[in-house]
């Protein structure tokens, strides 16, 4: 299996503009979890979903972040418009449905956000 | 909500000497898990171990072990030989269990951990 696949890997924009990163789940998973990791914060959950459906989006920081999953295999993360402060790495993971194993969240390479 | 403390922001050991790095963490869940994870230069988040709270029995895989204590709400990572791999940054996370709410849950991490192996 690829593992988790994020796109782009890097990205460079100008404040105000409009940025959308991608993930590609493991196949067979059915929750899909974004993370943003930065210097102040650390790793913070921003929103996840179970079979394209999101349970817990109390993480994103405010109306300008959006993420959708419109089918088992592809979810974007949105940023309408970009302000420097959402300069970051943002991971998605992805995992199993818990059961009598742990589910352990495999992660992609992250995309490395710069707002200029 | 829960949280997870990791008080060491450096650690530093020599080359196949043991280094422990510490966790505490704060929940009043009885169903959840604890893990370790590596994050090399390259980003990548690496899973190392995992431990169910459930479990009196520390967990281990290999050169790594844990001293887990519930009561004390602590989850501490024991590095035995280390080796210059092993440099990275090492980040403890919480998840609550699928009993406690259903389903999976995200994680909570720690600030994490910069490991420097001195060779």
């Known amino acids: 299996d690829a593992g988790v696949i994020q796109s782009p890997r890097h990205e460079v924009t100008e404040m105000g503009q409009e940025v959308t990163l991608r993930c590609k789940p493991i196949?067979?998973?059915?929750?899909l979890f974004w993370y943003r990791q930065t210097m102040m914060r650390g790793l913070e959950l921003l929103i996840y979903?179970?079979?394209?459906?999101?349970?817990?989006d109390s993480g994103m920081p405010e109306d300008r972040f959006s993420a959708k999953m419109p089918n088992a295999s592809f979810s974007t993360l949105k940023i309408q418009p970009s302000e420097p402060r959402d300069s970051a790495v943002y991971f998605c993971?992805?995992?199993?449905?818990?059961?009598?194993?742990?589910?352990?969240?495999?992660f992609g390479p992250g995309t490395r956000l710069t707002v200029l | 909500a829960q949280t997870v403390t990791q008080s060491q922001p450096e650690m530093s050991v020599q080359e196949a000497e043991t280094v422990t790095l510490s966790c505490t963490y704060d929940?009043?869940?009885?169903?959840?898990?604890l893990f370790w994870y590596k994050q090399p230069p390259s980003r990548q988040m690496i899973l190392v171990i995992r431990?169910?709270?459930?479990?009196?029995q520390n967990a281990t895989e290999n050169r790594f072990s844990v001293n887990f204590q519930k009561a004390a709400k602590s989850f501490s990572l024991k590095i035995s030989d280390s080796q210059l791999g092993d440099a990275a940054m090492y980040f403890c996370?919480?998840?609550?269990?699928?009993?406690?709410?259903?389903?999976?849950?995200?994680?909570?991490f720690g600030k994490g951990t910069h490991l420097i192996i001195q060779p």
């Open positions: 993971a992805s995992s199993a449905t818990p059961g009598l194993v742990i589910d352990e969240q495999f």
């Open positions: 196949s067979g998973h059915d929750y």
């Open positions: 979903f179970n079979n394209n459906v999101p349970i817990d």
């Open positions: 929940t009043s869940e009885s169903d959840y898990y």
């Open positions: 431990q169910e709270a459930y479990k009196q």
């Open positions: 996370a919480y998840r609550r269990g699928s009993n406690s709410g259903g389903g999976a849950d995200g994680l909570t």
